[in-house]
């Protein structure tokens, strides 16, 4: 299974370099494209999840890590909830 690692540019202008054990995060996010943070989360969760079902269709067990990835990236939106029109821009993919 072809995984995958993403790097976003969070409100404060800190980056993360993420990883989808799948390439399916490409159907719901573009590099060089800025998303409003809820909608950034509501993809990324969507897309990790699926992700991690593919995974579990073909091994048997959910991927935890993209389920540690996700956990991630919530913990870090969390600190911008409070920030009005609050962006995330996904800067690169690496295959």
């Known amino acids: ?8 540019r969070w409100p404060d202008a ?3 370099h993420c990883y989808s054990p799948s390439l399916v995060i490409k159907d719901y996010l573009t590099p060089g494209q800025t ?5 950034f989360m509501t993809l990324t969760t969507e897309a990790l999840n699926i992700a991690s079902e593919r995974v579990r269709a073909k091994f ?4 935890s890590a993209a389920m ?3 956990a991630q990236l919530e913990r ?5 909830s409070s920030v009005p ?11």
């Open 35 to 39: 998303y409003p943070l809820p909608q």
């Open 60 to 63: 048997g067990f959910a991927c």
């Open 1 to 8: 299974m072809p995984v995958m690692h993403f790097d976003v």
């Open 68 to 70: 540690d990835q996700l």
């Open 85 to 95: 029109n609050a962006q995330v821009a996904v800067l690169a993919f690496h295959e």
């Open 14 to 16: 800190s980056e993360t």
């Open 76 to 80: 870090k939106a969390a600190q911008f």
